[in-house]
Nanobody
Framework: VQLQAFGGGLVQAGDSLRLSCVAS????????MGWFRQTPGKERAFVSA????????HYADSVEGRFTISRDNAKNRVYLQMNSLKPEDTAVYYC?????????????????WGQGTQVTVSS
């Protein structure tokens, strides 16, 4: 499975942005997808994840209530709606996928990764 993330950009604090990730190749009904982010010198950090059905989601504490993850399986896409953006949200955002039942929050739990998309939030 190949993943491609897009939708990043430069915004001001308080603005909104929606990231998208499209999956190509063979996915199955257990394909969990997630978003991670990384800043220079730091490890990649979990942001959010969603189950295949979309009924189960999980968020990092730092984005809970501001970000919303969703997916459209007919289009093989997962989205990350980011509202009330803060300068500390600035990072390269990566989408990830893995065939599993339960959603996961660790980098090592995902085998499929897209290229990153830069999100920059100015104060």
């Amino acid at each position: 499975v190949q993943l491609q993330a897009f939708g990043g950009g430069l915004v001001q604090a308080g603005d909104s942005l929606r990231l998208s990730c499209v999956a190509s190749g063979r996915t199955n009904s257990r394909y969990v997808m997630g978003w991670f982010r990384q800043t220079p010198g730091k490890e990649r950090a979990f942001v959010s994840a969603i189950s295949w059905s979309g009924n189960s989601t999980h968020y990092a504490d730092s984005v809970e209530g501001r970000f919303t993850i969703s997916r459209d399986n007919a289009k093989n896409r997962v989205y990350l709606q980011m509202n009330s953006l803060k300068p500390e949200d600035t990072a390269v955002y990566y989408c990830a996928g893995e065939s599993r039942i339960l959603i996961a929050t660790n980098v090592d739990d995902y085998d499929d990764w897209g290229q990153g998309t830069q999100v920059t939030v100015s104060s």
